[in-house]
């Protein structure tokens, strides 16, 4: 079973930059295809970005593509998410999460999620 842990998430303003981190223990990480994921308040949990188990490839949601890149470090057991030019309706609640065999944009099928970190982006 894996474990998931985020962190990164801040206050930042408009435009600014932010890289969140997300540490896996007790799986073969580079089994697991990556996700992220966020839901902002009243909303509900939307796909962000999913990052191959071989970091072979990533997609992105329409609203972040060209500002947000996901990277993976298998050797580390580490998944990122740089994010640029931050705007207000990026605030949410960042989550990481992983599966295996297929990858996925669809939260539901994700077996395994860590906590959330805040991103809060002041206009």
């Known amino acids: 079973q894996v474990q998931l842990a985020e962190s990164g998430g801040a206050l930042v303003q408009s435009g600014g930059s932010l890289r969140l981190s997300c540490a896996a223990s007790g799986g073969p990480f580079n089994n697991y295809h990556m996700g992220w994921f966020r839901r902002a308040p009243g909303k509900e949990r939307e796909f962000v970005a999913v990052i191959r188990a071989s970091g072979g490839r990533t997609d992105y949601a329409d609203s972040v593509k060209g500002r947000f890149t996901a990277s993976r470090d298998n050797a580390k057991n580490m998944l990122y998410l740089q994010m640029n030019a931050l705007k207000p309706e990026d605030t949410a609640v960042y989550y990481c999460?992983?599966?295996?065999?297929?990858?996925?944009?669809?939260?539901?099928?994700?077996?395994?999620w860590g906590q959330g970190t805040q991103v809060t982006v002041s206009s």
């Open positions: 999460a992983a599966k295996r065999w297929l990858p996925s944009t669809t939260p539901a099928d994700y077996n395994y």
